[in-house]
């Protein structure tokens, strides 16, 4: 155990623990849930890791240059509080994320082992998850009486979630961190240099995805647009998959314009995709805060054409980055799409979406708001 005036001394000790009964996956080290802890541990000095049961390889971690996942025996819960129970007191700074039965447990048996470690979390509502959630009773009300600090990443959610609870919750944006080249260093690829590509990244499914509408929209203006194409890279979810066959049965002619990717790993090659890609394209129905796809194209200069989810205005602004339509209207996007393709301030519109994105999307800045706020709570 460490004195007070060691732990004065000492790297302060920051975990990112699984909330849900699966240990981290390798894509989660390059989203939020990983980029947090890694960037407090590269840029600010902090001993700040990642915990979880067994079950998963990290590739990423050879880019991370010294990050670690700590491993448990199982992701149980019982393996959990353990870990807390034998390493809690020495930790200065536990965050969650989200709001689990998992979590809610952490949360109260932390407390209990060390009242001086920070509890934080990342939040990652949406509005229909707040709505069902009775925090004015237990265990809901002591979790979030507990928390030193909450974050959400979108301005429309924070101001809902200000509103309807008791406890203050802050914006920190779900930012854009390249593990190759930082966020700072990436330059932006002239429009010129762009393919005539409209990109979607992410799981491919029809709830919360709305893929379907998205299939459905392009086809509607793709003899008016032949040059351009449809690149989806993700991986393809059960039954979705024989919507796709069925859709191609009935289109046969879309094939040429139209490619699944797959699903790619290398963030270097995820990269390179927003970089040749003009539009980037979202039909959801559904989010909570913004999606790392979405952070991630309008940092690298996509042009955005996104349906009216949460974080839908942090994005689009004035309308200097993109567009966006209702959630559940074809013909609507399908002509935002359109219009998109012909305006003649397309390129422009890449570019303030490349600045936008420096200005709000750069997780480094975000990372170390986050780290000064713990600082002012005592860590």
């Not at 034998?86 to 965050?95: C, M, S, T």
């Not at 690829?189 to 459905?216: A, H, Q, T």
């Not at 993109?322 to 890449?350: H, P, Q, R, V």
Request: charged letters at 30%; hydrophobic letters at 35%; one cysteine or more.
């Amino acid at each position: 155990m460490y004195s007070n005036h060691d732990k004065s001394r000492r790297k302060k000790k920051i975990a990112m623990m699984s909330g849900q009964e699966r240990p981290w996956d390798n894509r989660e080290l390059g989203k939020d849930c990983g980029l947090v802890p890694y960037l407090l541990y590269k840029n600010h000095g902090c001993d700040a890791f990642m915990v979880c049961g067994k079950g998963e390889e990290y590739p990423y971690l050879e880019k991370m240059n010294g990050f670690r996942v700590e491993k448990l025996k199982d992701n149980s819960l019982e393996s959990k509080i353990e870990y807390l129970k034998k390493n809690g007191k020495e930790l200065d700074v536990l965050i969650l994320y989200g709001i689990t039965d998992h979590n809610l447990e952490m949360a109260a048996v932390i407390k209990k082992i060390n009242d001086k470690c920070l509890l934080a979390c990342a939040l990652d509502m949406n509005p229909d998850f707040a709505d069902r959630i009775p925090f004015y009773m237990n265990p809901f009300y002591d979790y979030f009486d507990n928390l030193d600090f909450m974050w959400q990443s979108d301005t429309e959610m924070t101001t809902f979630l200000n509103d309807k609870w008791y406890w203050p919750v802050v914006c920190e944006r779900n930012g854009y961190y390249n593990l190759e080249k930082g966020t700072s260093n990436v330059e932006y690829v002239k429009f010129d240099e762009r393919d005539n590509v409209l990109l979607y990244v992410g799981r491919i499914n029809d709830i919360p995805k709305n893929i379907s509408m998205l299939l459905g929209a392009f086809e509607k203006i793709s003899d008016k647009v032949p040059d351009w194409k449809l690149r989806l890279v993700g991986p393809v979810e059960e039954p979705f998959n024989e919507y796709v066959d069925t859709f191609f049965d009935y289109y046969p002619e879309m094939k040429e314009q139209i490619e699944f990717v797959g699903n790619i790993e290398d963030k270097g090659k995820l990269h390179k995709e927003y970089e040749k890609a003009k539009i980037f394209v979202s039909t959801s129905v559904l989010e909570g805060g913004t999606p790392n796809a979405m952070s991630e194209a309008i940092c690298t200069g996509c042009v955005m054409a996104i349906t009216k989810i949460g974080a839908y205005q942090d994005i689009i602004g004035d309308g200097e980055t993109g567009g966006y339509t209702d959630t559940d209207d074809e013909d609507a996007y399908a002509d935002m799409l359109l219009d998109l393709i012909k305006n003649k301030d397309l390129a422009k519109m890449s570019l303030n979406a490349y600045k936008r994105g420096k200005e709000m999307y750069n997780l480094e800045k975000i990372v170390g708001d986050i780290y000064g706020r713990l600082c002012t709570k005592g860590l």
